[in-house]
């Protein structure tokens, strides 16, 4: 879509003023364009230190590794810290909770998503693709309920619960009240590393979250399917399990009958052995009373055949070990038919829930079409820009159908200056940012059509600065340790060179052919020759 722009051209006394403003569209408006009620607002702008996304990865994957290897509580609680809360025989959720102490330096959801991505991968051994879209669930599941302390209480487990607080639980959609207010929680189906069902997708995909991931302008499409094909092999993988635990009880359970059936020969020649003895202890008696030598001599001998007291108490003990052994092994099994069960269970739930979730998509596919022919006829979007506070001049740029008003798109960055834009031919030159956490006021190059942010520059801005432009070459105050120098740069954001005499944060800069004048920190004014920018002094 090719973008028609409309540029204000301010004029001075003495000259064409070269500084492009664009069109400003309501907020409200642009926000009703949206369609959604858990929009994240994230830090969009330049950042003054970048992390790779495998050192923000990293953060969660150390805590999940901890996790993994059996501790209950890993990290700092004034930085990024979990707790794994598991309590057995329960109907009730477990959880782990993934909280944000008051020193972390998150700033947009992507990288929050990052994290939780990691500690999914180290904890529970999911695979980087399934990792990151359960991170997407988990984050708008928290949002959701967002302190919906009802909900919690009642769903998860009293020792999930103890270690929670009302106004923390959950996460909230503003990057700026996560830091010490939030505790994340991720629920647990069975918990064990190396298991599609380690999290429990069922309770992460209810009814109000894939409402909400349904008011994306492509009504969550991808991620919803890539759910189901989750669940899917959450399903073929119970089933799987369930096959093996069935072979393995079959097994014992033979094995366990054999076991079963030596033991009764035991009982039976103990219950011979004692009858045995009985019958020699009455003979015993009968010879003390006859008192012949012969009679003595084959009791003698039937003694000897028979199993001492001892004997026959040793062997009654071993055959209670026995039993006792045989009946945990018993119990091992109803335990392992449980399982058997629970996994069939699950494999039934799961293949349900695809099947629903794949009809509903399926009918949400044929209004995303709908809506893309639609699209085709929309008129080429002007160029306009929606402030977002009204206490600063940071917005998004925004493409406006120039029939109703409406935003037909707009950009992700969020901290545009609208009063410090120039727009070329082939790109948008704008300062951005905010010097906040790991946010920084740079320059950067926008793309005209998507909106996008191509790069950022390397130079720390004055959020008070201007855009200025002359030829080829842009001007801009720099920002060097608090003191501010104008600063010339090139259309690809690289500096060329910076003055060498500290200028006022609210400077204007005029040019006359290859001198311009602007102030000195003390507001008197400054010739600087406009190429070099060395001080132009009296002779």
């Known amino acids: ?301 039937a003694d000897e055949k028979t199993l001492s007291p001892q004997e026959l108490a040793a062997k009654e003990e071993t055959i209670r070990a026995q039993e006792q052994a045989i009946a945990k092994k018993e119990q091992a099994l109803e335990a392992q038919k449980q399982e058997v069960a629970a996994a069939e269970a699950r494999a039934a739930q799961k293949e349900q829930e695809a099947k629903a979730e794949r009809a509903e998509i399926a009918k949400d596919q044929q209004q995303v079409i709908q809506r893309q022919e639609a699209a085709k006829t929309v008129p080429e979007g002007l160029l306009g820009i929606s402030l977002l506070q009204n206490t600063n001049a940071l917005g998004r740029l925004v493409l406006v159908n120039p029939t109703n008003g409406t935003a037909m798109k707009q950009s992700t960055l969020n901290t545009i200056n609208s009063r410090a834009m120039l727009i070329l031919p082939d790109k948008i030159i704008a300062i951005a940012g905010q010097a906040q956490g790991s946010g920084a006021v740079r320059l950067v190059q926008i793309d005209p059509k998507s909106l996008e942010m191509l790069k950022q520059g390397d130079v720390d801005i004055a959020s008070t600065s201007l855009l200025w432009a002359q030829g080829q070459d842009i001007f801009a105050l720099a920002n060097t340790s608090g003191k501010l120098y104008l600063a010339r740069f090139d259309q690809n954001l690289q500096l060329l060179n910076k003055s060498t005499t500290e200028i006022h944060p609210f400077a204007s800069v005029l040019f006359y052919g290859e001198t311009l004048l602007t102030q000195k920190a003390d507001g008197t004014p400054l010739l600087l020759n406009s190429k070099n920018l060395t001080e132009n002094k009296a002779q």
């Open 1 to 301: 879509m090719k973008a028609k722009y409309i540029l204000l051209i301010i004029l001075t006394a003495l000259f064409m003023f070269p500084s492009v403003f664009a069109i400003e569209v309501d907020k409200a408006e642009l926000e009703s364009t949206r369609n959604s009620s858990i929009l994240f607002i994230s830090y969009e702008g330049p950042h003054g230190r970048i992390e790779t996304r495998e050192d923000i990865r990293g953060i969660g994957y150390a805590l999940g590794r901890a996790i993994k290897a059996g501790a209950l509580r890993a990290g700092s609680t004034n930085r990024y810290f979990a707790i794994h809360s598991v309590t057995t025989g329960t109907t009730q959720l477990d959880a782990d909770i993934f909280g944000l102490g008051i020193d972390v330096g998150v700033d947009h959801i992507k990288n929050l998503r990052l994290i939780l991505q990691g500690y999914l991968e180290g904890a529970y051994d999911y695979s980087a693709s399934d990792a990151a879209l359960l991170a997407q669930f988990i984050t708008i599941y928290n949002a959701v309920y967002r302190g919906n302390w009802n909900y919690v209480t009642s769903r998860y487990t009293p020792k999930v619960v103890s270690e929670l607080t009302k106004e923390k639980t959950g996460l909230s959609i503003r990057f700026d009240e996560w830091p010490g207010q939030s505790l994340i929680l991720i629920p647990l189906a069975i918990g064990q590393a190396g298991s599609l069902s380690a999290i429990d997708t069922s309770q992460i995909t209810q009814k109000p979250v894939i409402e909400q991931l349904k008011k994306d302008k492509d009504l969550g499409l991808d991620a919803r399917k890539d759910m189901v094909d989750l669940k899917e092999r959450e399903a073929q993988e119970a089933k799987q399990t369930a096959q093996v635990q069935k072979e393995a009880i079959a097994q014992e359970e033979a094995r366990l009958a054999a076991e079963k059936a030596a033991l009764e020969q035991d009982k039976a020649y103990l219950a011979e052995e004692k009858t045995r003895a009985e019958q020699a202890s009455e003979k015993a008696g009968s010879v003390q009373q006859s008192g012949t030598v012969k009679a003595a001599a084959e009791s003698k001998k």
